[in-house]
């Protein structure tokens, strides 16, 4: 389950597009997820009886401490609240401009525990890339053979003694994913089923030793006008785009 599987039940406090709440540990995902969706429905224009438009760029701004708490959450958080945002606006029937960019954003201005949302709707077009999330840092595929393991030659270096120098490969031929192992001396899994070769769906897990290796495909936007506000971490900004995963979709 994703750490925000719950956010539905979360108090919706938002105002004029921004929730603000001091709480004693601080800001909690689920507040910014309740903040983004206020955005969202306020935000909202009709424009036509069958086409609503939302915005798709969100900055996060919240204080120095809380932001360096979410910064640590990776990829992860930033997945969630996508994919929460994408699933609100489809559930309302809002139409996006292009892909869904959040971005967190230090903000010292701001007391812990408060949020604000900025956004605007940009349009943009968009490019799938395939990538590895392994302890937390996103590995772009930019090879059709991208080898996995402990060793200084591999593509991806690994620091887990339960791998092999040389433990698995991950095939791109520009539209799928291919796992194989290297004849590495304790396995593969994938998925929780040990493995030799197999085709690599989306979001698939990949095991090797205690290394979980996540296969995604996202959306890279290319806007066609300035956003909203520049990412301040790479590692805390996700492209998305609704009703697709990949090339083939």
């Known amino acids: ?4 599987d719950n956010f539905e039940k979360g108090l919706e406090r938002a ?6 709440k001091t709480f004693r540990s601080g800001l909690q995902p689920v507040e910014i997820t309740s903040a983004l969706r206020r955005e969202l429905d306020t935000k909202a224009a009709v424009v036509a009886r069958d086409r609503i438009l939302a915005p798709n ?3 996060v701004r919240m204080s120095h401490t809380d932001y360096a708490r979410m910064s640590a959450l990776g990829v992860t958080l930033i997945d969630e609240l996508t994919a929460l945002v994408q699933k ?10 292009g892909s869904i960019v959040i971005t967190l954003q230090d903000d010292r201005s701001l007391s812990e525990g408060m949020v604000q949302i900025d956004s605007s709707s940009v349009k943009s077009t968009v490019a799938w890339t395939p990538v590895l999330d392994i302890n ?4 772009p595929l930019v090879k059709a053979r991208t080898v996995i393991g402990r060793g200084s030659d591999a593509d991806i270096t690994v620091d887990d003694t339960g ?18 192992d290297l004849g590495s001396t304790n396995g593969s899994q994938l998925n929780g089923a040990p493995v030799s070769q197999a085709i690599l769906e989306p979001d698939s897990t990949v095991t090797i030793g205690r290394t979980r290796i996540v296969f995604r495909v996202i959306a890279q ?12 971490d790479p590692a805390t900004e996700r492209h998305d785009m609704g009703g697709f995963w990949g090339p083939n979709a």
Do not use: C, K
């Open 1 to 4: 389950m994703g750490i925000l």
């Open 15 to 20: 105002v004029n597009g921004a929730f603000a």
């Open 57 to 59: 760029r969100f900055t």
């Open 88 to 97: 609100h606006g489809t559930e309302q029937r809002y139409q996006f401009t």
């Open 136 to 139: 937390g840092t996103r590995h």
């Open 163 to 180: 791998t092999s120098r040389r433990h698995v490969e991950i095939l791109w031929d520009g539209a799928r994913a291919q796992v194989r």
């Open 221 to 232: 936007a290319s806007s066609e006008a300035p956003r909203a506000a520049a990412p301040t």
